[in-house]
């Protein structure tokens, strides 16, 4: 599966980046509504592989589908 290219600590990183991110811009008054809900997501916790393969999809797709930036940087070599 081309899920398992990269490894579960890949993911945990960058997911610990955009959920910063994420929840920065979630508490900003007047920023985008589209950030409202703070993501729950601790370093440390084992959310395992798959949760974690999901949710690094989820902000691929926010950026690159919804056209809506959440980092000024980005993974080399993703294809979404």
Partial sequence: SPARYRSQQYYE?????YVSAW??????P???S????IV???PGVDYGFKLNHKLF?????VEHVLGI????????GVVF
Avoid: C
Avoid at 13 to 17: D, R, V
Avoid at 34 to 37: G, K
Avoid at 57 to 61: D, H, K, N, T
């Fill in 13 to 17: 990183g960058w997911n610990q980046q």
């Fill in 34 to 37: 589209f950030f409202q809900t």
């Fill in 30 to 32: 007047g920023r985008r």
């Fill in 69 to 76: 930036p959440i980092l000024s940087y980005h993974p080399e």
């Fill in 23 to 28: 929840n920065y811009l979630a508490t900003q």
């Fill in 57 to 61: 999809y989820y902000f691929q797709y």
């Fill in 40 to 42: 729950g997501y601790e």
